[in-house]
């Protein structure tokens, strides 16, 4: 039981932080588009990642770091791509009322943004992977903070709604996100 809520805590601890991941599930909580596929991607693609490092792909990473680098230069242009957008929205209203687009283009930016994300392999991979060192009740424990981290994000999302529902509120939250989306793609760049 103490591996299960070691690994539940130390998730959320890493989980929580405002990113590009995040900001995404939550735009899609409050349009109301594709959350169930948005959060099943976030959460699935987490477990998977969880139980690689438990397994101890960390000390197959680390002995290629060039890996990271690589993952780290490719998120850096995606999270610019997705920055400059969201900036589009924050400064041109009309670019919000976009089409709804089913569900296959945010299930792909979802998967984008969870795996061309250098911190997913550090944090998850590396970091649970080796506090866990082989203990799968503290993986039972993180993945079961994903799951329950991203459901409250993409379905609770719902309950800013009325905030929401003035599109100044969407141009504020579209500018947040372009600036957490270029400040980390630009620091992802740089940094490596």
């Known amino acids: 039981m103490k591996d299960l809520l070691l690994g539940f805590g130390t998730m959320m601890t890493l989980i929580v932080a405002i990113g590009a991941q995040n900001a995404f599930v ?10 169930v596929p948005v959060v099943a991607v976030c959460a ?20 290629w770091p060039q890996a990271i680098t690589i993952a780290a230069v490719i998120g850096g242009i995606f999270l610019l791509g997705y920055g400059f957008l969201a900036a589009r929205r924050a ?18 930016t979802a998967i984008a943004l969870t795996w061309l994300n250098p ?7 590396l970091l649970l992977g080796s506090i866990a060192a082989g203990r799968w009740l503290f993986g039972v424990g993180a993945v079961t903070a994903s799951i329950t981290w991203f459901v409250a994000l993409g379905f609770g999302a719902r309950l800013l709604s009325p905030l929401f529902a003035k599109p100044r509120s969407w141009r504020v939250l579209d500018g947040v996100i372009a ?14």
Do not use: C, K
């Open 26 to 35: 939550l735009r899609q909580g409050l349009r109301r588009q594709a959350v």
């Open 44 to 63: 699935l693609s987490d477990a998977l990642l969880v139980a690689v490092g438990i397994a101890g792909f960390g000390a197959i990473v680390s002995r």
């Open 179 to 192: 600036a957490v989306m270029i400040t980390l793609g630009a620091t992802l760049i740089a940094g490596w």
């Open 91 to 108: 400064f041109r209203p009309s670019a919000m009322h976009v089409e709804n687009s089913g569900s296959r283009r945010p299930v792909l």
């Open 119 to 125: 911190h997913v392999y550090l944090d998850t991979v």
